[in-house]
């Protein structure tokens, strides 16, 4: 079988949703060790692994298991066309359920990810991509103090 890079691409997106679902932070800040992670209007959240892993582990709280009780699926992912430098963009719409010994499952939030990789042979990568930019755009949301410290 032969990836595509959108397969690869693709595969960061859903890395990102297991280790998240995982309430692993540290994996996630080590999945965004590259990265930027921004608001929509592009107001910096944090910069690499130990900003990223903080930034997680201040804001989702985790319940008896450890985990979140979350279950993030990202969809609709498009590409744009490979900008001058090789970096590719890609927009997505997620959407993040969760159920908790408290309240039965539930979508909680909905919105985008403008996400920004780059190819090469980084530590670890074998050739493939990284995240170097994550912009979050929240859509719709419910009910999230079960989910989040912070009030949207």
Known sequence: MQLTDGDRIRGLLATYCRL???????????????????????????????????????LVK????????TQHVVANTAFDEPAADGSVTATSTYLVFQATAEVPLQPIITGTYVDTFVAGDYAGSG???????????????GHLDHHLTITL
């Open 62 to 69: 985790l319940q008896d298991d450890g985990t979140p009780g």
């Open 127 to 141: 050739g493939g991509w990284r995240f170097v930019e994550r912009r979050f755009g929240i859509g719709r949301s």
């Open 20 to 58: 998240i679902d995982a309430g692993d932070f540290a994996g996630v800040g080590a999945l965004m060790a590259h990265a930027v992670l921004r608001t929509e209007d592009g107001t910096t959240l944090a910069t690499g692994a130990a900003e990223v892993e903080r930034l997680y582990a201040g």
